[in-house]
Every structure is written in C-alpha cells, then in structure tokens.
C-alpha cells in the first residue's frame, strides 16, 4: 500500500485566514469554498478518477495506487505539481533500484533485511532534514518506496523486479493523468507566474519601505510589526523556485528575485539598527529631521509608486537624489567641522560631537537607502529576460544536525521495531502494516513537529476508513460500470480536495484522500470482501498509531531543546564571522537567521510567550550584530583607516571570535573603540578617513547595543527564559 506527502513542505505552512474569516466557521472550507478550492478539488478529482479508470481498464493488479498517486502529486500551483512530480520520479527511480538491491542480498534473511532497510530509511529521512522544498521530499520518497516495493516482494522475492516496475507504472500514469488534467486548465502560465513573482515582491518591498518608514517616524509599535515580516520572506523565497518551474525556459530572473528579498531582509535590519542610533545619538539637529522627514516620505511612497505605472527608472532616480541629499548633509558637516577646527572661539568646540552625530546618521540613511535601491534594481532585474546574465544567487537555511540525527533514529528504531512485532505475532496483514509504518515515517520524520503532524494525519485516516465503510458495504456492491464507479467516488473526493485548500484541515485532507482509493480498493474482476477490508483497514490504521507512539516516545521533539540548540548556533555563527577566512558572506548570514526566525513563529502559535517573544527579539539582534560584523571586516580589508583606529576595531573582532555572551567583554570592548574612534575622528585631516572611522562608529554603535540588550539570549550557557 502505497501513501505520500501530498501537501508539499509544511515548513511555509501559513494559516489561509484571518481571526474573523470565515475560515474560522465550522465547515466553511465545505459549505462556502473558495472558486480557487473548488477548481482544485474538481481537477484533481476528474484526474484521480482518469487514472483509476486508466488503470482498471488495462486491468493492472493495485489500480488504486494510480489515483492515490494523483493526490500526491497535486498542488495548489502548477509549479509546485511540476516539480513534486519531477522529484517524485527522482525518488521512485532510487527506490525502485535500492529495493531490488536488498531483496537480492537479503533474500530469506529477515534479520538482516529490516535492520538494513531501517539504517537506509533513517539515512534519508536524516539527508531529506539537510535540504529544502521537494529535493527533501525525494530523499525521504527514496526511503520509504524501497520499503514499499522490497516489503510487497517479500511472499515472492523472485518477482521483485516485476513488483518494482508495477510500482513504477502506477507513478508514471498519476504523474501523467496530473499533468495533463492541470495543464489544461493553466492557461498562459509563464506570464501568470513571472505576474505572481512581481506581486510578492512588489508586496515585500512595500512592506518593509512602510516599516522602516515607520521606524524613522519613531513609532513603538514597528519593531514588533517588522519582526512579523521575516517570516512570509522565506516563504516568499521557497515559492519562487516554482514560479521558475512555471515559466518554462527562462533566465535568471528568480536569482535576481531571491537577490531581491535578500536586499529587502538587509534593508529591514538597516532600519532596525538605523533605530538603535536614534538612541544613542544626539538627534535634535533640524538638517537631519529635515532629511528624516524626506526619506520618510520617499518610503512611504514606494508602495503607491511600484503599484502605478511609473517606471522604476524614475524610483531609482528619485532615490539617487534622496542619496545625493545625504552625501551632501554630510560633507556640509565636515566642512563645518574643519571652519569650527580653525575658530579661536571654545564655545564652537561643543558644535563638534553633534557635526559627528548627524553625519553617523547620515551616512547610516545612506546606507539603508543604498539597500533599498539594490532591492529595487534585483526587483526590476527580475521582471525581463536579460541577455548574457549569468548572475546566481541562493538563501542558505538553518541547518540542525542533531535534529536530523533524530529523525534518522526515530525511523530506524520504528520500522526495526515494527518488523519484530511481524516477526513475533506472523500476523497475516503485517507485512501491510510494517509498509504504513515506513510510510508515515518517512513522511513526517522531518516535520519540526512530527507528533503533532502525524496525530492529524491519523484523524484524516480514520475519516477515509468511515467513507470507505459506507462505499464497500453499501455503494459498490452495487455498482456494475465505470461509469457509476466514478460517481459514487466523485463526491467523497471532491470534499477532499476542498479540505486540501483549508489550513485548518489540510494534514488531515493528506490521509483521507490518499487512503481513501486504498481502502475502497477497486477491482475489475469482484470488489473487496468485508473480511478483507477489516483486515487491511486495521493494518494501516494501527501503521500509523504504531508509528505516532514512536515520535512520542523515541527522542521526541521539544521545542526549548530546538531554541537552545538555535541560540548556541547562532553563538558559534557569531564567533566564525569575526574570524572566518574567507569572510562569510552577507546573504548567507541573511538566509541561515531569517530561517531561523521564522521557526521561531511557526513554533510560537497565535499568542507568543515571553520567552518566545524575547527569543525572537534576540535572534533578529543577533542577525543585526552579524551584518555590523561583517561591515566592520569589509571596512578593516579597504585598509582605509588609521593603524590606531584599525587595532581598535581587531581587539573587537578578536573579543567576538572567543565571544561565549557571559561577561560582556565584547560589548565593553565595542564601547572603548567607539570611544576612540570619535576621538581620532576629531583630529583626522583627511576627508575619506574620517568617512571611513565614521561609519566604523556607527556599526560600532550598534554592535555594543544590541551585546548590551540581549546579553541574557546571547549567553548560550543556560536555558532562556523571560521574566
């Protein structure tokens, strides 16, 4: 018996509606669908039952495996469906030769066979943690296909190899079936999709613009607000790979879209620390509100203008200008400076520091602008089609090793623990319950809460096996034509796939429409007997309890020892971006924290805890501190600056290669050079070094903040938790 993950990665699972929706009634999915949910539940029905009636017709053994197939493989956008499928064949050719491959060498060897077949199911379920979007899902397929197709052959060992290519054919018609139904209702695809990516980013950017425009405004609230946008990014990140998949032959406009979104993660952290200045600098100068007040106004702008026809040409222009503004603010204050230098008058040397404040804060908006028009630029770059582009550009995620050491065990100690249960009892449909538990395993060992994932999976089960009662005992028996056999299953799945569209029922819609073809079991020749069906119903069903009580009780998940593990990551994160060689690189460092945020909020639910919340304050600090690091190498490496400056600024990066967040060291370290550097600032003659030490000021300002203010999250010694 055959089931898969049909609902696509759950890591960007994001609820459909809001509190006061109708997505919050009872039975709203089904009573008041969307014409988006109905039109999937209809399609993928009519090619669910395409493929049965295929299947039956060319009178193949398990034809109930063809229309389960195409519940796998649907989607909610083509693209999605397309890669699922191009994965899924990956994964089925690695299990089709893995299977044949243990049956060969193990044949008649029980003890040998299932704890090898666990030590290859628990490998990819560990890989299948290491990687994004479907190329996880193939390795965990790999996994759990070669225990379908070797487990199915052990009554008849010797017919493996024609188990393993009955299996292959049911894939390729669903994949067939699917795609041939979607594609008929995706009309003029390539541009829907490059028009989906646009308004994502477009949203994106207009979002964020609003933020900071926000947080120059000093509104309180906009911290908050922008943490909250971190995580639609990575959603936003994984959902352009299927646009790409969409517009067929194309360039590298989803590079340029993820170098985008990458821009406009680095612009929200510019705000952020462009607030932590507004802080600590003096800030009641009327040429900086004045400057203040006209990006503010630009920002809030951005939104209406990428919306309007106006072309981005004229934005660019317009924020060049902005940027030419602050170029200016600041030599008018060194040139003010240099007057004051030489004026005999004592009551001018207090004008000084302030000349150095506003230029901090000019060169900081600066700098936040400079992101924005490179956001803008991958945003405009990623609309057309450019001719000898050759630029490439990947998000890196947020790796846990020991995680995906867990959901390694966990399937190992499952399917071994399962065999034995076979082993002990001969129960006659264990082989049928060894396979659900490979399966459920496999798919859900890499959930970042597979307990929670597979308990709903199972409720989905039990509703599929009381359908089917009603479709074997009372429906089928009666049913003498295709004809009447697609209509008496038309209804139940189309309610399926209308719950496929719902968050709140999608996990459960995963099992019902993809048991619900195993349990009805179709056939040409008579229909499944009552005996029958208690028997194989049982077996699945207790599969996957069998395998729920595993993720509860073998390393189960826990989410403080997730948020530890994190928060020491960050720490060693932290420690390699002072020191690395070669220096990492600031998109990496984006990918791996913004990642890492939203885990934080998926695992945070509709109300965050104090400790979640100041978790996720200390991950966006400690993403905000990385970026300064990183600014901080890149100006060391121009060499543009005084040896007494520069050794200042290395006692940091060396206090942060051996930061452990206990003593404040490097904060204190952070505060000193800072001090310093404004002193040596003062007296430098030359222009461009005195550009330079003041923005080293700055990022120096930021780093000794954010080390102070979250000195309890960054001491990765102990648990966290807010008081």
Not at 337 to 359: C, H, S, V, Y
Not at 399 to 426: P, S
Not at 649 to 668: D, L, N, P, Q, W
Request: glycine share 6%; hydrophobic share 50%.
């Amino acid at each position: 018996m055959f089931i898969l993950d049909r609902i696509g990665p759950l890591r960007n699972f994001r609820p459909l509606h809001r509190p006061g929706e109708r997505g919050k009634l009872p039975f709203a999915w089904l009573i008041s669908p969307t014409p988006a949910a109905i039109g999937f539940a209809v399609r993928t029905t009519a090619a669910a039952l395409l493929a049965l009636v295929i299947a039956l017709w060319m009178e193949l053994d398990d034809p109930q495996w063809a229309a389960m197939t195409v519940w796998i493989v649907a989607q909610g956008s083509r693209g999605e469906s397309l890669s699922k499928a191009r994965w899924r064949l990956v994964g089925t050719a690695i299990g089709v030769i893995m299977s044949i491959t243990l049956i060969s060498a193990f044949n008649q060897n029980a003890w040998l066979f299932f704890p090898i077949l666990s030590i290859w199911v628990g490998t990819c379920c560990t890989l299948a943690t290491l990687v994004r979007n479907f190329r996880s899902y193939a390795l965990v397929l790999a996994g759990y296909t070669t225990a379908i197709i070797a487990i199915g052959a052990i009554p008849h060992p010797e017919n493996v190899f024609m188990t393993a290519m009955s299996r292959a054919s049911y894939i390729v018609l669903g994949i067939v079936c699917e795609g041939t139904l979607a594609g008929l209702f995706a009309y003029n695809l390539a541009e829907t999709a490059r028009r989906n990516m646009r308004d994502k980013l477009r949203t994106a950017l207009s979002n964020v613009s609003t933020s900071v425009s926000s947080l120059l405004a000093g509104d309180e609230e906009a911290l908050v607000r922008s943490r909250a946008m971190f995580g639609p990014l990575i959603s936003i990140n994984d959902q352009i790979e299927f646009s790409e998949v969409e517009m067929g032959p194309h360039g590298h406009e989803g590079d340029h879209a993820r170098a985008a979104l990458a821009a406009v993660s680095v612009l929200l952290s510019r705000g952020l620390g462009m607030a932590v200045r507004l802080q600590y600098v003096q800030t009641d100068q009327p040429a900086f509100r004045e400057t203040a007040a006209h990006v503010s106004e630009f920002l809030t702008s951005v939104a209406n203008r990428l919306d309007s026809d106006e072309s981005v040409q004229e934005l660019l222009h317009d924020l060049q200008l902005l940027r030419a503004e602050c170029h200016q603010r600041v030599v008018d204050a060194l040139s003010q400076e240099i007057d004051t230098a030489f004026d005999d008058n004592p009551a001018n040397d207090t004008d000084i520091p302030a000349l150095l404040d506003g230029r901090i804060l000019h060169n900081a908006l600066d700098e936040l602008l400079g992101e924005l028009e490179q956001a803008i630029r991958e945003y405009d770059a990623s609309q057309h089609f450019i001719r000898g582009d050759h630029f490439h550009f990947r998000l890196q995620a947020h790796v846990d090793k020991r995680e995906a050491v867990y959901n390694g065990v966990r399937a190992m100690v499952a399917i071994t623990a399962a065999g034995l249960v076979w082993e002990c009892t001969a129960w006659p449909a264990g082989l049928g319950f060894i396979t659900f538990v490979a399966i459920v395993c496999g798919l859900f060992a890499t959930r970042e809460n597979p307990v929670v994932a597979s308990s709903q999976f199972m409720v989905g089960g039990i509703w599929a096996a009381v359908v089917s009662f009603f479709l074997v005992f009372l429906v089928l028996p009666t049913q003498a034509d295709y004809e009447m056999l697609v209509g008496s299953l038309a209804l139940p799945m189309i309610a399926g796939g209308l719950a496929a569209r719902n968050a709140g029922t999608a996990l459960h819609s995963a099992a019902y429409t993809l048991l619900l073809p195993n349990f009805v079991h179709p056939l040409n020749q008579g229909r499944q007997n009552e005996i029958g069906w208690f028997n194989s119903t049982a077996a699945v069903l207790l599969g996957v309890f069998f395998a729920v009580l595993i993720f509860r009780a073998v390393l189960p998940f826990n989410n403080n020892a997730e948020r530890w593990r994190m928060r020491r990551t960050m720490l060693h994160d932290l420690r390699t971006l002072a020191s690395a060689e070669p220096m990492p690189e600031t998109r990496d460092w984006i990918g791996r924290n913004i990642d890492r945020f939203a885990r934080l909020i998926r695992h945070a639910g509709p109300t965050p805890s104090p400790t979640i919340e100041g978790c996720l304050q200390g991950t966006l600090a400690a993403m905000t501190i990385g970026l300064n690091i990183i600014r901080l190498r890149t100006l060391l490496k121009r060499n543009q600056i005084p040896p007494a400056a520069k050794r200042a600024i290395e006692i940091v990066m060396k206090r942060m290669s051996h930061f452990t967040g206990k003593y404040g060291h490097t904060a204190h370290a952070a505060r000193v050079a800072t001090s310093a550097l404004r002193r040596m600032e003062a007296m430098e003659p030359n222009i461009s070094t005195r550009i330079e030490l003041t923005r080293a000021i700055a990022y120096l300002i930021v780093v000794s903040h954010e080390l102070d203010a979250n000195a309890v999250f960054l001491d990765a010694s102990k648990p966290y938790r807010a008081v």
